[in-house]
């Protein structure tokens, strides 16, 4: 069941509606012109690097600030002018969890679901639910002050989950957790994801990557993409760019590569391994080149002992979607002193282009397809 109080408009496609929202602290523009839809139960991640306006752009969607310009409409409740019904639809999880360290778990979570309004013969169900959902019974009598990071973490989950809203805002739900902890509030958080619409922020491509169906990427203050995350994905892990280790003579290797059909570029790296060189290759899009280059070197009678597909980290998309962005001046971004884009990710720009142009409409209703058999749940 999808929360307590019944959507007032069941028939809209969108859970919520971020409209044109800008937000001027002093002379700063932390977020300008921000316009998104969440639909109905999948998990999304909001992706930008640190001060990109991830934490602005959720504090207005959740109502715990307003917004200089713009609406949000949650289950088509707009936070400002219906906070309260808007509010009901939300369980926030602040990027400092507003945590009662003196308090038990347990406690804690009994206070948070009495200021939620919770019905108090629902009290004692809520709390125990969401504990058990969030593996937390075993320290519920802890202080929280002297619980781990990553189970305080699960202890500001739990407290989303009171109310059992329909959607859930984590904000960087594992920044400062150690690589176990980040595994398990993943698992969760997908957990999670079965029964809610969840919306989280991070500034690490592949954390997004592993948990999100879609990916909105926000910089600067603006949002640059917003794609599914297959889509993204394939343009991460495409095979296009390799690091290789060939045994023989590194200029004629080199020549060879670089004439080789199919590669856009080539390059020696520094690193040796033995009698081998290290190469960086880049190939077309949409060529794998992988089968005929073993050929090639298997011919000349040189060795390959190493292939590595290099992925594209979120900071060469950003290069890739910015400079992409820049030169159709949609978003009016200047890159600053003027420098050149490394060479490495040249290729990638087109794949950029092909998200970019994505945007640009054609592909909206490829995307509402996937989508649309599973919006009335
Ligand atoms: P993120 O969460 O993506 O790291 P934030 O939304 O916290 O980014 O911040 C976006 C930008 O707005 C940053 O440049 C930040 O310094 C600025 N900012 C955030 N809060 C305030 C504030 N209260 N006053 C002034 N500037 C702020
Ligand atoms: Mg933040």
Known sequence: MRGGSKSIRTEDKHLIEVQNLTKVYGSKTAVENVSFKIRNGRIYGLLGPNGAGK?????????????????????GY????????????IGYLPEQPPLFTDMTPAEYLTFVAEAK????????????????VTDILSVKDRLIRNLSKGYRQRVGIAQALIGNPPVLIFDEPTVGLDPKQIIEIRTLIKRLGESHTVILSSHILSEVQAVC????????????????????????????????????????????????????????????????????????????????????????????????ALGMSLEDIFVAIVDQTESSGRYGYERKG?????????????????????????????FSALFSDDDEK
């Open 338 to 366: 003027g420098q050149r884009a490394p060479r490495r990710v040249r290729a990638e720009h087109e794949v950029a282009k092909t998200i970019t142009e994505k945007k640009k409409g054609a592909a909206e209703e490829e």
């Open 117 to 132: 309004g919770v019905s108090d013969e629902l009290i004692d169900r809520q709390v125990k639910e969401a504990m058990t």
């Open 213 to 308: 169906d879609r990916i909105i990427i926000i910089n600067q203050g603006k949002i640059v993409a917003d794609e599914l995350t297959e889509n993204i994905t394939r343009v991460v892990e495409s095979n296009r760019r390799f690091q290789l280790k060939i045994c023989g003579p590194q200029k004629e290797v080199l020549a060879a590569l670089k004439s080789k059909p199919g590669i856009l570029h080539a390059e020696l790296l520094s690193g040796r391994d033995g009698d081998a060189y290290t190469f960086l290759i880049e190939s077309e899009v949409g060529v794998d080149v992988r089968k005929s280059l073993f050929y090639t070197l298997a011919e000349k009678n040189w060795p390959l002992i190493g292939m590595e």
């Open 55 to 75: 934490s602005t752009t959720m504090n207005i969607m959740t109502g715990c600030l307003s917004p200089t310009e713009g609406t949000v409409l949650i289950n």
């Open 78 to 89: 707009d936070i400002c002018d219906q906070p309260i019904e808007a509010k009901r639809q």
